[in-house]
Each structure stands twice: as C-alpha cells, then as structure tokens.
C-alpha cells in the first residue's frame, strides 16, 4: 500500500491561509488523494479528495503537482474550528483509508 | 439525523470480560468499516464489510469478531478484553460514485479495560 508523509505539525494565524503539504512519491496512476481532519475527540471527517486536477469545496481547496508525487491542502482562512490533525490518505485496495500519523494544525487567535 | 452512530460512547470494562460495541449507519451505503485509534492517535483498519460479506480482515486476534446482521448495521463483539484492548473504535460507512468516494465516521467509542 502507497504511504504518504506530512510534516508532524504547524501553527498558523487565524483568518490567514493555510498550505499543509503532502508528500506521496509512490503513488500509482489511479490512486486518488484523499484528505480527511479529525477534531478533539471527534471521528475523522472527510475533507476533499482529487486525482489529478485542482480540487475546490466549501472547505478547502487541493493542489495536486504535476507529476502527483505531492499535494497541497489549502485552507484559505483558518478559523479556531480548524484546529485539528489533517490526514493526506491513499486508500487501500479495498476502499480503506490508511491513515498516517497525520498534521497536527493549531491555529492561533 | 445522525448518519454515523456507535453505542455505547465510553465502556470501561475488566480484563478478561466480553463486550460489544454497536454501529448504525443510515445512509444506505453498502459497505461499512471498524478503524481501531491507540493511545498515540493511530487510526488502523481492522474490517471492512460489503453488504454483509467480510472483505477486509486485517491481522486483528480471534477474540475480535465483525457482525454484520443488515447493511445498515456492523457490530465489534470482542471476547476476553485485555488492556492493550483499550483505544478509541471508529465504525465508518462509504459512499462511492461517479465523483464521489467518502467515508463518514461515527463519533467512536473509548474502551478502557481494567
């Protein structure tokens, strides 16, 4: 199964972007990129997911490279609620998601 | 209008005991997951079910044991706890389509064995 890799944490401000980067080299043609965050005592919760193109939702955006071997996970104003650990995910051959240890986001008022 | 539930939300139970953990998903989605979270947060998949055939077993003990009476329902029985039992499970339902693929996750359950 393809693993991802993501920096352990980072800090932003409130109201500012945010860029949570993803690192996904052994990635195969058809694998999707999934993103899902996980709350304080809360389940994972689904967040975009995309292929090859760009993605945008109400909730963030996906910037895919080129060459798909890294993603980006854009917040475009990070609120209090979006602090969180965000999982970049490629899912196992029979649609499970295989979590890594994920990015732990603190937002700073 | 919950999508994803489990009961109970806490269990604390003794070493040794036998416990369930129930989970519901009223989404209509044909496969459902139970994902076991440890004490240093790693989320790991232990089944999957599709339409309420075991298709994912992954190295989880015997004392662990999926049932999936309906579609709508996967429940974890798990035989003589023991403390490295204890973690935070995770039921999730799917949805697949033509531009979709989500899973939607139950607000867990925290074991804690004695």
């Known amino acids: 199964d393809a693993k991802t890799t993501q920096p352990n944490s980072m800090e932003s401000n409130e109201e500012e972007p945010v860029h949570l980067p993803c690192n996904h080299s052994t990635i195969s043609g058809t694998d999707y990129i999934h993103w899902y965050r996980q709350l304080p005592s809360q389940g994972p919760e689904y967040v975009i997911h995309g292929l090859t193109s760009n993605v945008n939702n109400r909730m963030a955006s996906l910037a895919i490279a080129e060459d798909r071997k890294s993603s980006t996970l854009i917040l475009h104003r990070a609120t209090l609620r979006d602090a969180a650990v965000y999982y970049c995910?490629?899912?196992?051959?029979?649609?499970?998601?295989?979590f890594g240890k994920g990015t732990k986001l603190s937002v700073k008022p | 209008d919950t999508a994803v539930s489990q009961t109970p939300k806490y269990l604390v139970t003794q070493m040794g005991n036998d416990k369930s953990i129930k989970c519901e998903q009223n989404l209509g989605h044909d496969t459902m997951y139970w994902y076991k979270q440890d004490s240093k947060k790693f989320l790991k998949i232990m089944f999957s079910y599709n339409n309420k055939e075991l298709i994912i077993n992954e190295t989880v003990p015997n004392r662990f044991s999926p049932k999936s009476p309906d579609k709508a329902h996967l429940n974890l029985h798990i035989n003589s706890l023991e403390l490295g039992d204890s973690a935070v499970y995770f039921c999730?339902?799917?949805?697949?389509?033509?531009?979709?693929?989500?899973?939607?996750f139950g607000p867990g359950t925290r074991l804690t064995v004695l």
């Open positions: 995910i490629l899912r196992g051959s029979q649609g499970n998601l295989i």
């Open positions: 999730a339902s799917r949805s697949t389509g033509a531009s979709t693929d989500t899973q939607y």
